[in-house]
Nanobody, 128 residues
């Protein structure tokens, strides 16, 4: 049974930083593309970032480029999302997804949210 669990969400002031963590078990973690998604109240879920099995490829949404960094430690079955210069519009529930389907389009790397295993989310709230 695959289990995915996020942690690290918190209430921070604008301009602050947070690091989210995600552990996954019950799957071959070092073969799996992993990603972070978020959903704010009243909005659709959006892809934030994803990373290939060997960290060789990454994707970032335009809204977080230069501020968020995704990384993984396959020895620890753990995925991270380092977030700096947080903005109120980053407020959302952040979800970790494991074993995503990944593909290339126009030379860029993407992860599809259509498949995979999901955690329950961790809340990030950024106050202005």
């Amino acid at each position: 049974q695959v289990q995915v669990a996020e942690s690290g969400g918190d209430l921070v002031q604008a301009g602050g930083s947070l690091r989210l963590s995600c552990t996954a078990s019950g799957l071959k973690f070092d073969d799996a593309a992993m990603g972070w998604f978020r959903q704010a109240p009243g909005k659709e879920r959006e892809g934030v970032s994803c990373i290939s099995w060997n960290s060789g490829r990454t994707y970032y949404a335009d809204s977080v480029k230069g501020r968020f960094t995704i990384s993984r430690d396959n020895a620890k079955n753990t995925l991270y999302l380092q977030m700096i210069d947080l903005k109120p519009e980053d407020t959302a529930m952040y979800y970790c997804a494991a074993d995503l389907s990944a593909y290339f389009s126009g030379g860029n790397y993407y992860c599809s949210s259509a498949h995979g295993y999901w955690g329950r989310g961790t809340q990030v709230t950024v106050s202005s």
